[in-house]
């Protein structure tokens, strides 16, 4: 009998998507809860994921290969060796709701430094 809900793939109690664990049964990874397998066997389950799903949920940005870095630049004493000029460009490094980091090199000996 082919179910047209697929509440069969998740959940009773939390809602959580199961796994199969065993060859008897399904479980829910969150609460531990166990339904016999014959409840999931013979359904048929397809989705989509794509690489911006991907991305996303792993928190990566899209690196283009020849993508050219524009640097400005910035009077900032270098804590290492003193010079006054550096160069600089910013990232978003945490949430959106979060100020960028700004990523500095000194344009005398190549000292490297952030803020945040």
């Known amino acids: 009998m082919a179910s047209s809900r697929l509440d069969f793939l998740f959940c009773n109690l939390c809602g959580t998507m199961l796994t199969v664990p065993s060859t008897e049964y399904a479980q829910c990874p969150l609460c531990k809860t166990r339904r016999d397998i014959q409840d999931i066997c013979d359904k048929e389950i397809s989705f989509t994921i794509s690489d911006e799903d991907i991305r996303r949920e792993l928190g990566m940005e899209i690196i283009e290969e020849h993508a050219v870095m524009e640097y400005s630049?910035?009077?900032?004493?270098?804590?290492?060796?003193?010079?006054?000029?550096?160069?600089?460009?910013?990232?978003?490094?945490r949430s959106a709701d979060e100020g960028q980091t700004t990523f500095y090199t000194c344009t005398g000996c190549g000292h490297q430094s952030q803020e945040n």
Do not use: D
């Open 73 to 93: 630049k910035v009077s900032k004493k270098c804590e290492k060796c003193g010079h006054g000029e550096a160069t600089y460009y910013t990232r978003q490094m």
